[in-house]
């Protein structure tokens, strides 16, 4: 029974060894086909990705491209959008969009290097900057454009360098104080029509425990625009100023408007966040847009990254308020501008291009994104955020800035304005406006 048993065992073993033997040569070949099948699969996939790429390099390779340097980042996503929309109409012409950190930098460098991009959005009115590219060589007279005459005469006037039209302009931009209105009234908050009433509301909610104002000290190329903020609502106009002080006929020191506007930039800081030099602008545009502040001292370029960050923001822009209600003025300075390149190996591209960025419909979304007030004649588009600004405009009740400084003479200024706020008690309004008078004399002949 025993050995039965013993036998009955071995010829179980063999045959279960058998069958697994059988079981494992069978689905390995299945395993080995699904792996074929997967590794091929996976290689047709490849191989038609490759084949798309290839396609649409081809496309690119086969339509007249055009380099497309923006320079301002609030609107690069419009721009994004407009150039995406206008590919995609076009068989024939292909817009790649150049976006850069230092767009600036990467002109000039281009510029020397023979590789200056067919289409270059410059920020402002920058003539002295603007010259030097047009005596360069490197901009196209854009005079017989046809998106030329797209352009409200008033603006495209301003623009003029040697008797010639080198840019086209999309939009100006003004300076003021963004409100949070929701914030403000569901707090009980009014909106201050005067600078006492201001500096009341801010101690108020200073009193609460919660932050007024928010400051973007820490980047050096917004700094100076609070400051042009306050003294453009009482003065209009800086031109005048700034170019009598270059003649030698005034001093900023001197000047009552400048004084008292220096006193009321250092004032209220006294009801932004602690070591305002710390906060750079992006830091700056979320704290407010988060909510963790009610104002922000700014200009209507920061309405686009805003309501990118809060869509649903209740926004007001107004004028800086004055002592007196009513009586700020309004000033307002070109934005965003648009040239060619005197080597556009394109032309007729480049003009299409601007052709259609120029038109009506492309010129309201992007005034309408932007926040901006548009420089072209068919546009009108209500900013109901910022309609005191607005409003002026359309009557012809505003001033237009001409006055820039170039890149290098602005950084100077700018490190004055950082010395200030971060070491206020080193500085009165007389001495700190005698060191710009300086730095404007000083730089009037390099």
């Known amino acids: 029974m025993k050995n039965n048993l013993i036998g009955c065992s071995i010829f179980y ?21 699904i792996a074929v099948c997967a590794i091929t699969g996976l290689c047709m996939l490849h191989v038609r990705e490759e084949n ?20 301002k980042r609030e609107t690069r996503h419009i721009f994004e959008k407009i150039i995406a929309d206008f590919n995609e109409s076009q068989d ?20 020397i290097q023979g590789e200056f991009p067919d289409i270059v959005e410059f920020i402002g009115a920058e003539k002295d900057d603007l010259v030097k590219y047009v005596k360069g060589g490197y901009l196209q007279e854009l005079g017989d454009f ?6 409200n005469e008033h603006f495209l006037e301003k623009l003029k360098i040697l008797n010639g039209t080198y840019v086209l302009p999309l939009s100006v931009n003004y300076r003021g104080i963004f409100y949070n209105r929701r914030m403000m009234e569901e707090d009980g908050y009014q909106i201050p029509s005067t600078y006492a009433e201001l500096i009341h509301t801010m101690q108020q909610i200073k ?15 917004t700094i100076h625009q609070g400051w042009d903020a306050i003294d453009m609502s009482s003065r209009g106009s800086q031109d005048n100023l700034f170019q009598n002080v270059l003649n030698g006929t005034t001093v900023l020191y001197e ?31 979320k704290k407010f847009a988060k909510g963790e502040a009610y104002m922000f001292l700014q200009g ?61 419909n492309v010129s309201e979304y992007y005034a309408d994104q932007a926040g901006a007030y548009s420089c072209i004649k068919s546009v009108d588009v209500a900013d109901n955020y910022a309609k005191v600004f607005t409003d002026s405009i359309r009557s012809g009740e505003f001033f237009l800035e001409e006055f820039a400084y170039e890149s290098e003479k602005s950084n100077a200024r700018d490190v004055l304005f950082q010395n200030l706020t971060s070491s206020p008690q080193t500085y009165t309004e007389r001495t700190f406006l005698k060191e710009w008078n300086d730095l404007l004399i000083l730089q009037k002949g390099a």
């Open 255 to 285: 000047d009552p408007i400048a004084l008292d506007s220096t006193r009321k930039f250092l004032e209220i800081r006294q009801y932004g966040q602690k070591q305002t030099i710390n906060t750079g602008y992006d830091e700056a545009v």
């Open 207 to 221: 009193k609460a425990r919660k932050l007024p104002i928010v400051f973007a000290d820490k980047d050096s190329w």
């Open 300 to 360: 209507n370029w920061a309405y686009p990254i805003i309501k990118k960050i809060n869509p649903y923001m209740d926004l007001l822009f107004m004028p800086f308020p004055t002592y007196n209600e009513n009586q700020a003025r309004i000033v307002v300075k070109i934005d965003a501008t648009l040239g060619v390149s005197a080597s556009c190996k394109h032309p007729e591209a480049a003009g299409k291009f601007l052709d259609y960025v120029f038109s009506k």
């Open 146 to 151: 046809s998106a030329t005459h797209c352009v």
């Open 52 to 71: 798309k790429k290839q396609q649409i390099h081809s496309e690119k390779k086969e339509k007249e491209t055009l380099v497309f340097l923006t320079s």
């Open 13 to 33: 073993k063999k045959g279960y060894s058998i069958f697994i033997k059988k079981f494992m040569k069978r689905n390995l070949k299945i395993f080995l086909l």
């Open 92 to 111: 024939d012409i292909y817009i790649e969009l150049m976006a850069v950190p230092n767009p600036e930098q990467e002109l000039q460098i281009r510029a």
